[in-house]
């Protein structure tokens, strides 16, 4: 995921069910509206879990990759 622009970052690597997604939802809330996070993970429940949150409280995923064991997302706060 190079040469994407993102407001923050959160590494959740090493973390499992359900603290990743607890740690997104904190960091997107103190994030304004039109934020962008990029979270790098390494839970492979994260590929469901991530995008069930971000569909569930309207916040979009810009992208999903992954590289040599790491998932990325990048996601977008939209407006509430």
Do not use: W
């Not at 960091?27 to 429940?45: I, S």
């Not at 997302?73 to 407006?79: C, E, R, Y």
């Amino acid at each position: 995921m190079k040469n994407v622009f993102f407001s923050e970052q959160l590494d959740v690597t090493g973390h499992k069910c359900p603290v990743p997604v607890l740690r997104v939802r904190r960091r997107l809330e103190r994030m304004p509206v039109g934020g962008t996070l990029k979270v790098l993970a390494t839970d492979p429940m994260t590929l469901i879990d991530i995008p069930h949150f971000c569909q569930e409280n309207n916040y979009n995923i810009l992208k999903m990759t992954e590289d040599e064991d790491i998932l990325y997302f990048l996601i977008n706060k939209t407006g509430e």
